[in-house]
């Protein structure tokens, strides 16, 4: 099917924001095309062409998934508190039967081969401070509060999901959306992610986040993720930086996630202390999976031997070939193991 209508549900205030940011690109465009009218393009920096909905057909070609025109998908906003909005794409026409939460400086098209694969009416949400999502009050990588904005979402758009699976922060999100508002999580799936994680652990998915704060040119920054992340396909981080980053008027180019910085040290300098959160790990009466990377993991076997002692009926499984974030890198593997576990009987 093609591209839905997008649906939102804004204050007032959210509505104007929107209209002031399409009228500051219409602006831009207009003067662009003005000038082209008198035949020079002097100072005026190409634009890379971006359509948030017209990618599909690459996931499907790189994954020899069945593609008959693009997906049913539409971007939806859900006012979290007064004037602020947390942005999620809707997958499908059905009620939405599971719910995906992206890591740390990622977006909701992170998933995007993994829903495809699923064929299933989902939500996938925009975190706050990423993607299409406003700021967090408490920072864009407060668990606490970014679990509550989730259960806000989700109570709106997927109050019947049969599971939430979160990875990296979504994951931690995740926990604490189930400890917020149990009676919206019916199965837990955390995506490489305990409350064990440390800076340690996690540098090499730090080291690449805090990078420069801007990029000259598109191909800068395309070089820089080809650098850390050498396992995956050009065209495949060519999209998710289209759908991660933002061009700016001068040609520049910035992460989505990278405009709610306030101090360029201090931003994702490293995880919070996740620690705490194992008390809500003890507390969490449903079914819990955890998929966890093979190729390298901010998971290690002590966070595995933790989680098992608290809940000894999880299920842990391993993913050959599979770093960190496995919805990357084996996208057809973990839509098979969220299938089985979420959907057993079809």
Request: glycine residues 12%.
């Amino acid at each position: 099917m093609g591209r839905s209508e997008r649906i939102r549900v804004p204050s007032p205030a959210a509505r104007t924001t929107a209209e002031s940011r399409r009228s500051g690109m219409a602006a831009f465009l207009a003067r662009r095309d003005g000038r082209r009218a008198y035949g020079t393009l002097v100072g005026v920096p190409k634009l890379e062409p971006y359509d948030e909905f017209g990618l599909f057909h690459e996931n499907a070609a790189e994954y020899g998934l069945p593609y008959d025109g693009p997906p049913d998908v539409r971007r939806v906003e859900v006012e979290v508190s007064p004037g602020r909005m947390v942005s999620s794409l809707v997958w499908g026409s059905g009620p939405p039967e599971l719910v995906l939460v992206h890591g740390g400086a990622q977006n909701a098209h992170t998933w995007d081969t993994v829903a495809m694969a699923l064929g299933r009416p989902l939500l996938a949400v925009d975190l706050p401070g990423h993607g299409h999502s406003d700021g967090g009050p408490e920072g864009s990588i407060s668990v606490g509060s970014n679990g509550r904005d989730l259960a806000t979402a989700i109570a709106e758009l997927a109050p019947e999901a049969r599971g939430v699976v979160g990875m990296s922060l979504g994951g931690m999100s995740s926990i604490a959306l189930t400890a917020e508002a149990p009676e919206l999580v019916r199965a837990l799936v955390l995506v490489d992610i305990t409350p064990g994680v440390n800076a340690e652990k996690a540098a090499p998915v730090t080291n690449f986040v805090n990078g420069p704060a801007s990029f000259d040119s598109f191909d800068e920054l395309l070089a820089r993720t080809i650098e850390h992340n050498p396992g995956r396909s050009e065209s495949s981080l060519r999209r998710g930086i289209l759908h991660n980053a933002v061009q700016r008027e001068d040609g520049s180019w910035v992460w989505r996630y990278a405009r709610f910085r306030t101090d360029p040290a201090d931003p994702a300098s490293g995880p919070p202390d996740f620690g705490d959160w194992w008390k809500a790990i003890s507390g969490i009466t449903v079914p819990i999976l955890l998929v966890r990377g093979l190729a390298w993991s901010v998971v290690d076997d002590d966070d595995v031997a933790e989680l098992l002692r608290r809940q000894p009926t999880a299920t842990v499984i391993g993913v050959e070939g599979a770093g960190h974030s496995i919805q990357g890198d084996r996208p057809l593997e973990l839509a098979g193991i969220l299938a089985d576990f979420l959907f057993p009987h079809g």
